[in-house]
């Protein structure tokens, strides 16, 4: 994995902030669960999600309709320490991220997402 390229999209707080769901939630999310927990369009979501795949960070799993993300656990060491830093430090940051990701999740059915976006993502 490339380092500068990983801090660099580390960077950008969109990004940082998909990053810190998946460590804090410890599991697969689907693209919409994300976009209701940040408030941030769909188009965006992927967008970010796209670089990090790209990067190795992340895997991605098509379900039926959802796309559902995850870290990777083929990572190098480092890799994996910056994940348990994130992991430590930024639950306090974005606290309403965590908690509008555990109200969605606990939206699902059979451990899977089964709504698709927010009412007000949907008339944009």
Same mark, same amino acid.
């Given at each position: 994995?490339?380092?500068?390229?990983?801090? *660099?999209?580390?960077?950008?707080?969109? @990004?940082?902030?998909?990053?810190?769901?998946?460590?804090?939630?410890? *599991?697969?999310?689907?693209?919409?669960?994300?976009?209701?927990?940040? $408030?941030?369009?769909?188009?965006?979501?992927?967008?970010? $999600?796209?670089?990090? +795949?790209?990067?190795?960070?992340?895997?991605?799993?098509? /379900?039926?309709?959802?796309?559902?993300?995850?870290?990777?656990?083929?990572?190098?060491?480092?890799?994996?320490?910056?994940?348990?830093?994130? *992991?430590?430090?930024?639950?306090?940051?974005?606290?309403?991220? /965590?908690?509008?990701?555990?109200? @969605?999740?606990? *939206?699902?059915?059979?451990?899977?997402?089964?709504?698709?976006?927010?009412?007000?993502? @949907?008339? +944009?």
């Amino acid at each position: 994995m490339d380092f500068l390229q990983l801090f *660099k999209a580390l960077g950008d707080e969109t @990004r940082l902030r998909l990053v810190n769901l998946l460590v804090q939630s410890g *599991k697969s999310i689907c693209v919409c669960e994300m976009t209701d927990a940040l $408030l941030v369009p769909q188009y965006q979501v992927s967008r970010h $999600l796209t670089v990090l +795949k790209g990067l190795g960070l992340l895997k991605s799993e098509r /379900i039926g309709t959802w796309v559902y993300y995850s870290l990777n656990s083929g990572v190098t060491e480092c890799t994996a320490d910056l994940m348990r830093l994130i *992991k430590k430090h930024f639950k306090q940051r974005y606290p309403d991220d /965590i908690r509008r990701l555990e109200k @969605r999740l606990s *939206k699902r059915e059979d451990g899977l997402c089964v709504l698709g976006f927010a009412e007000s993502e @949907r008339r +944009k």
